[in-house]
Structures are given as C-alpha cells and as structure tokens.
C-alpha cells in the first residue's frame, strides 16, 4: 500500500483515505489499562475489565497509575487469597458521585469514594493464570463496601460466555458460598493478627449493602460520570492531542 500526504501533513492512502491519529497511535504505543482503555463495550449490561489478580497469586498486585504497569503492592496477608479474578473496569473513577449514591442509600454521612476505578470480581468456571489482560464481564452485583469513611464499592460479575456461570444476570443466582467467600476475603484481607478474635464486622473496612445487577450498573454510571469530571471526556483526548500538537 503506497501512501501520500495531505496538505495538513497527514498520511493517506491512495484510495484517498486518511489515517486518523487515533489509529496511528494505536499502532505504536500500548493502552494505559485505565485511560486508554474503554469501560464500555456495545453490549449495555457488559463492560470490559482489566484483570489484575488471579486466585493462585501470593502477592497483591496493583496497576500503578503513572506508568500502567502492574507492580507488587504486598504480600497476602496468611493464606487468604482473592478467591475470584479482581482488577477494574477502566475509565472509571469512585468519586464524589459514588460516595453520594452511598449516602442516598442511608449508609453514612461525609462519605467520600476511595479514589481509585470501581473495583471488579469476575466469577469464571475457568482457570486463568495470569492477571494484566483484559476481558468482558456481565455486572450481576456488588458489595457497598465502606473503609472508615472511604466508599470502595466491589462489583461482582461472571465472564461473558462463561459455560459455568455465564447464564447469570442477578446476584441471586449467584451460589451462596460464592459470595460468602468474596465477603469473608475482603472483611479480613487488611485485619492484622491480633483482630481476628474479634468480630468479623469488626474490622477497619464493613460491607453496608450487598446488592443485585440494577444498583451494580447505576454504582458503574456514577463512576463513569466521576471519572469524565475527574479526568475529563475520553472521547476528546485525540483532538485535544491533535491541538497540542498543531501548536508546536
């Protein structure tokens, strides 16, 4: 294929059709996994998530925001590991709108959102064995999760086409133990030693609500919406860098 360039200095092809900035950039670099990835998918009920645990990992990885890469956070605590595929849904934020749908449910005042993506767990009869990919997951759920008075909402989803729980729409169809487990993991991943004679709502972080599909797709709305009022409308990233660099 031979190419030319337009009068702006723009690669196009003979055919006449340009090669728009966004598809040259997609060529040449990798997508942050938060930023440049889209959240969305055309299916309205599912979304992409990136991946960054896995069950069989002995330590805690974490996207670090800068960079995009996945570092080590720490070690798991004993032998308490995430019993499901966990990362995020990318351009998410939890925010000042998903503190306040926290608070509209009678779950705290002068709450604010833990300023990270919306976390996600993804439910899969499959054994995936690393985590820093990406995949598409059907919310069915969450947790309405509080750590002092930081929101940190956890989605619950299952793989899209997952033969063993790809049928499921609402966390009611969810086995018991299943959740059970994502409960007990997260009310004690952070507990040092000496907390575990206590109550197990005694620890620094509390589950107010465990909820079904409806509210888990209004908490992922809100977080879409902080995240364009935290870091702006992804959609107008390539024009914005298309401005940057025509003032050069």
Known sequence: MRYARDASGFRTQENGSKM?????????????PWHGVKGRTDDPDTFRAFVEIVPTDTVKYELDKTSGLLR??????FSSMCPTLYGFIPQTY?????????????FGEN??????????????????GQGNILM???PIGGFRMIDKNEVDDKIIAVLEADLGFGHMRDLHECPPGYVDRLRHYFLSYKRKPAEFSKAEDA???????????EEALTVIERSLEDYRDTFGDPSTRVEDLRRLLSAR
């Open 72 to 77: 080590i956070d720490r070690p798991q605590r």
């Open 136 to 138: 598409h997951a059907r």
């Open 20 to 32: 728009d900035l966004e598809t040259l950039l997609g060529r040449m670099f990798t997508a942050h």
């Open 111 to 128: 709450l604010v959102g833990d300023g990270d993506p919306i976390d996600i767990c993804i439910l899969t009869e499959k054994t995936v």
């Open 203 to 213: 620890g620094p972080v509390r589950i107010a609500e465990i909820y079904g599909q």
């Open 94 to 106: 939890c925010g000042a709108k998903v503190a306040a749908r926290c608070g509209e449910r009678g």
